[in-house]
Protein backbone atom coordinates (compact mmCIF):
# COMPACT_ATOMS: atom_id res chain seq x y z
CA UNK A 1 0.00 0.00 0.00
CA UNK A 2 0.66 3.87 -0.19
CA UNK A 3 0.66 6.82 1.82
CA UNK A 4 1.57 10.22 1.55
CA UNK A 5 2.64 12.91 4.59
CA UNK A 6 2.24 16.56 4.30
CA UNK A 7 3.84 17.46 7.70
CA UNK A 8 2.62 21.19 6.76
CA UNK A 9 -1.29 21.71 6.95
CA UNK A 10 -0.37 25.21 6.39
CA UNK A 11 2.20 27.28 5.07
CA UNK A 12 1.70 31.94 5.31
CA UNK A 13 4.09 33.32 3.14
CA UNK A 14 4.68 37.17 1.37
CA UNK A 15 3.89 37.56 -2.04
CA UNK A 16 6.78 37.53 -4.23
CA UNK A 17 8.52 35.11 -1.31
CA UNK A 18 9.69 31.82 -2.49
CA UNK A 19 8.19 28.79 -1.18
CA UNK A 20 8.08 24.79 -0.43
CA UNK A 21 5.57 22.78 0.53
CA UNK A 22 7.11 19.32 1.51
CA UNK A 23 5.54 15.65 0.33
CA UNK A 24 6.95 12.86 1.73
CA UNK A 25 5.68 9.18 0.44
CA UNK A 26 5.60 5.25 1.88
CA UNK A 27 5.51 2.47 -1.13
CA UNK A 28 6.37 -1.13 -1.26
CA UNK A 29 6.24 -0.52 -5.13
CA UNK A 30 7.61 2.14 -7.69
CA UNK A 31 5.13 4.79 -7.55
CA UNK A 32 4.27 7.75 -9.92
CA UNK A 33 4.13 11.14 -7.94
CA UNK A 34 1.49 14.23 -8.44
CA UNK A 35 0.84 17.35 -7.38
CA UNK A 36 -2.86 19.12 -7.63
CA UNK A 37 -3.93 21.97 -6.48
CA UNK A 38 -7.62 23.43 -5.15
CA UNK A 39 -9.10 26.44 -5.23
CA UNK A 40 -12.20 26.89 -2.88
CA UNK A 41 -15.77 25.07 -3.95
CA UNK A 42 -13.74 23.68 -6.95
CA UNK A 43 -12.27 20.20 -7.96
CA UNK A 44 -8.49 19.27 -8.21
CA UNK A 45 -6.01 20.71 -11.25
CA UNK A 46 -3.01 18.69 -12.43
CA UNK A 47 -0.15 20.87 -11.32
CA UNK A 48 2.67 18.80 -12.02
CA UNK A 49 3.88 14.78 -12.45
CA UNK A 50 6.50 12.62 -12.15
CA UNK A 51 6.39 9.34 -14.18
CA UNK A 52 10.22 8.87 -15.11
CA UNK A 53 13.27 10.43 -15.81
CA UNK A 54 14.60 13.53 -15.00
CA UNK A 55 13.64 13.86 -11.14
CA UNK A 56 13.30 18.06 -11.53
CA UNK A 57 9.91 18.39 -12.85
CA UNK A 58 8.30 21.50 -13.97
CA UNK A 59 4.61 22.14 -14.20
CA UNK A 60 1.83 24.90 -14.41
CA UNK A 61 1.87 28.43 -13.44
CA UNK A 62 5.79 28.69 -12.22
CA UNK A 63 5.72 25.14 -9.91
CA UNK A 64 8.56 22.34 -9.96
CA UNK A 65 9.42 19.58 -7.94
CA UNK A 66 12.00 17.37 -7.67
CA UNK A 67 11.95 13.45 -7.03
CA UNK A 68 14.35 12.30 -4.22
CA UNK A 69 14.14 8.76 -4.43
CA UNK A 70 16.65 8.03 -1.52
CA UNK A 71 14.31 10.66 0.80
CA UNK A 72 11.53 9.17 -0.44
CA UNK A 73 10.43 12.97 -1.14
CA UNK A 74 8.57 15.12 -3.58
CA UNK A 75 8.79 18.56 -2.65
CA UNK A 76 6.92 21.32 -4.61
CA UNK A 77 8.66 24.99 -4.95
CA UNK A 78 7.92 28.24 -6.84
CA UNK A 79 10.91 31.17 -6.75
CA UNK A 80 7.78 33.94 -6.09
CA UNK A 81 4.92 33.23 -5.06
CA UNK A 82 1.54 35.48 -6.09
CA UNK A 83 -1.66 36.24 -4.33
CA UNK A 84 -3.13 34.03 -6.89
CA UNK A 85 -1.28 30.91 -5.91
CA UNK A 86 -3.57 30.98 -2.37
CA UNK A 87 -5.15 27.35 -2.47
CA UNK A 88 -5.03 23.86 -1.18
CA UNK A 89 -2.06 21.64 -2.65
CA UNK A 90 -1.98 18.02 -2.49
CA UNK A 91 0.65 15.35 -3.04
CA UNK A 92 -0.65 12.04 -4.69
CA UNK A 93 0.73 8.80 -5.60
CA UNK A 94 -0.05 5.78 -7.66
CA UNK A 95 1.49 2.72 -8.40
CA UNK A 96 4.01 1.82 -11.21
CA UNK A 97 1.65 -0.65 -13.22
CA UNK A 98 2.05 -2.24 -16.35
CA UNK A 99 -2.00 -2.44 -17.08
CA UNK A 100 -4.61 -2.27 -14.60
CA UNK A 101 -6.37 -0.30 -11.84
CA UNK A 102 -4.30 2.64 -10.14
CA UNK A 103 -6.27 4.92 -8.00
CA UNK A 104 -4.80 7.81 -6.42
CA UNK A 105 -3.39 8.46 -2.52
CA UNK A 106 -3.72 11.68 -1.36
CA UNK A 107 -1.86 13.49 0.99
CA UNK A 108 -3.94 15.82 3.81
CA UNK A 109 -3.12 18.64 2.01
CA UNK A 110 -1.30 21.99 2.68
CA UNK A 111 -2.93 25.65 2.65
CA UNK A 112 -0.70 28.35 0.66
CA UNK A 113 -1.98 31.52 2.01
CA UNK A 114 0.07 34.39 -0.05
CA UNK A 115 -0.64 37.67 1.75
CA UNK A 116 0.61 41.26 0.38
CA UNK B 1 -16.61 22.42 -21.99
CA UNK B 2 -14.86 19.24 -22.46
CA UNK B 3 -14.07 18.66 -18.97
CA UNK B 4 -15.80 16.44 -16.31
CA UNK B 5 -19.36 17.69 -14.87
CA UNK B 6 -20.77 16.96 -11.56
CA UNK B 7 -24.14 17.53 -10.92
CA UNK B 8 -25.27 18.61 -8.25
CA UNK B 9 -22.67 21.27 -7.47
CA UNK B 10 -24.39 21.31 -4.09
CA UNK B 11 -26.84 18.91 -2.55
CA UNK B 12 -28.64 19.74 1.35
CA UNK B 13 -30.49 16.83 2.72
CA UNK B 14 -32.10 16.09 5.83
CA UNK B 15 -30.68 12.96 7.80
CA UNK B 16 -32.30 9.70 6.08
CA UNK B 17 -33.29 10.77 2.87
CA UNK B 18 -31.51 9.38 -0.40
CA UNK B 19 -29.36 11.16 -2.68
CA UNK B 20 -28.28 10.58 -6.08
CA UNK B 21 -25.04 11.98 -7.92
CA UNK B 22 -24.46 12.56 -10.79
CA UNK B 23 -20.92 12.27 -13.06
CA UNK B 24 -20.81 12.99 -16.89
CA UNK B 25 -16.56 11.97 -18.16
CA UNK B 26 -14.88 13.23 -20.38
CA UNK B 27 -16.13 11.56 -23.69
CA UNK B 28 -13.28 9.40 -24.92
CA UNK B 29 -11.98 8.31 -21.09
CA UNK B 30 -13.47 4.87 -20.59
CA UNK B 31 -12.19 4.85 -16.66
CA UNK B 32 -14.15 6.22 -13.91
CA UNK B 33 -13.36 7.25 -10.18
CA UNK B 34 -15.08 8.33 -7.39
CA UNK B 35 -13.09 10.15 -4.38
CA UNK B 36 -14.92 11.77 -1.52
CA UNK B 37 -13.22 14.04 0.17
CA UNK B 38 -14.00 15.46 4.32
CA UNK B 39 -12.97 18.88 5.54
CA UNK B 40 -9.41 19.45 6.25
CA UNK B 41 -9.11 16.03 4.47
CA UNK B 42 -7.45 14.56 0.74
CA UNK B 43 -9.47 12.98 -1.42
CA UNK B 44 -9.99 9.06 -0.57
CA UNK B 45 -10.96 6.37 -3.48
CA UNK B 46 -13.89 5.08 -3.62
CA UNK B 47 -14.84 3.48 -6.29
CA UNK B 48 -13.36 2.92 -10.42
CA UNK B 49 -15.20 1.74 -13.34
CA UNK B 50 -13.22 0.64 -16.61
CA UNK B 51 -16.29 0.87 -19.17
CA UNK B 52 -19.33 -0.31 -17.61
CA UNK B 53 -17.58 -2.82 -15.20
CA UNK B 54 -17.40 -1.84 -11.20
CA UNK B 55 -13.96 -3.19 -10.64
CA UNK B 56 -12.95 -1.71 -7.71
CA UNK B 57 -14.61 -0.60 -4.17
CA UNK B 58 -13.10 0.86 -1.17
CA UNK B 59 -14.20 -0.34 2.25
CA UNK B 60 -15.64 3.35 2.75
CA UNK B 61 -18.50 2.24 0.39
CA UNK B 62 -20.86 1.18 3.01
CA UNK B 63 -23.83 -0.99 1.62
CA UNK B 64 -25.67 2.73 1.83
CA UNK B 65 -23.25 3.26 -1.03
CA UNK B 66 -24.53 2.36 -4.59
CA UNK B 67 -22.20 3.30 -8.01
CA UNK B 68 -23.57 2.72 -11.31
CA UNK B 69 -22.30 3.41 -14.76
CA UNK B 70 -25.11 1.25 -17.12
CA UNK B 71 -23.78 2.61 -20.76
CA UNK B 72 -20.10 3.37 -19.64
CA UNK B 73 -20.34 6.99 -20.23
CA UNK B 74 -21.92 8.78 -17.14
CA UNK B 75 -21.95 7.58 -13.81
CA UNK B 76 -24.02 7.89 -10.67
CA UNK B 77 -23.38 7.55 -6.99
CA UNK B 78 -26.27 7.16 -4.81
CA UNK B 79 -26.03 7.46 -0.98
CA UNK B 80 -29.22 5.64 1.27
CA UNK B 81 -30.57 6.73 4.85
CA UNK B 82 -27.88 9.13 4.66
CA UNK B 83 -25.85 10.48 8.04
CA UNK B 84 -24.49 13.37 9.07
CA UNK B 85 -20.97 11.35 8.66
CA UNK B 86 -21.98 11.27 5.17
CA UNK B 87 -21.23 15.08 4.86
CA UNK B 88 -18.47 15.89 2.42
CA UNK B 89 -17.40 16.32 -1.10
CA UNK B 90 -17.67 13.64 -3.48
CA UNK B 91 -15.61 14.26 -6.35
CA UNK B 92 -15.27 12.32 -9.72
CA UNK B 93 -12.32 12.11 -12.37
CA UNK B 94 -11.77 10.11 -15.63
CA UNK B 95 -8.62 8.82 -17.72
CA UNK B 96 -8.02 6.80 -20.32
CA UNK B 97 -4.88 4.43 -19.97
CA UNK B 98 -1.83 5.62 -21.96
CA UNK B 99 1.34 3.24 -22.17
CA UNK B 100 4.58 4.73 -22.05
CA UNK B 101 7.85 3.81 -23.25
CA UNK B 102 9.16 2.27 -20.04
CA UNK B 103 6.26 -0.76 -20.59
CA UNK B 104 4.37 0.53 -17.98
CA UNK B 105 0.83 2.38 -17.59
CA UNK B 106 -0.21 5.66 -16.59
CA UNK B 107 -3.75 6.95 -16.02
CA UNK B 108 -3.70 10.70 -15.96
CA UNK B 109 -7.30 11.95 -13.89
CA UNK B 110 -8.84 14.40 -14.33
CA UNK B 111 -11.23 15.72 -11.69
CA UNK B 112 -14.84 17.16 -11.97
CA UNK B 113 -15.83 20.46 -9.60
CA UNK B 114 -17.68 18.04 -7.22
CA UNK B 115 -21.01 17.91 -5.28
CA UNK B 116 -20.76 19.20 -1.60
CA UNK B 117 -23.04 17.76 0.48
CA UNK B 118 -24.26 18.39 3.86
CA UNK B 119 -27.00 16.18 5.63
CA UNK B 120 -28.41 17.80 8.36
Known amino acids: AQSVTQLDSQVPVFEEAPVELRCNYSSSVSVYLFWYVQYPNQGLQLLLKYLSGSTLVKGINGFEAEFNKSQTSFHLRKPSVHISDTAEYFCAVTRRLNTGFQKLVFGTGTRLLVSP | DTGVSQDPRHKITKRGQNVTFRCDPISEHNRLYWYRQTLGQGPEFLTY????????KSRLLSDRFSAERPKGSFSTLEIQRTEQGDSAMYLC??????????????????FGPGTRLTVL
Open chain 2, 93 to 110: ASSFQVKLTSGSSYNEQF
Open chain 2, 49 to 56: FQNEAQLE
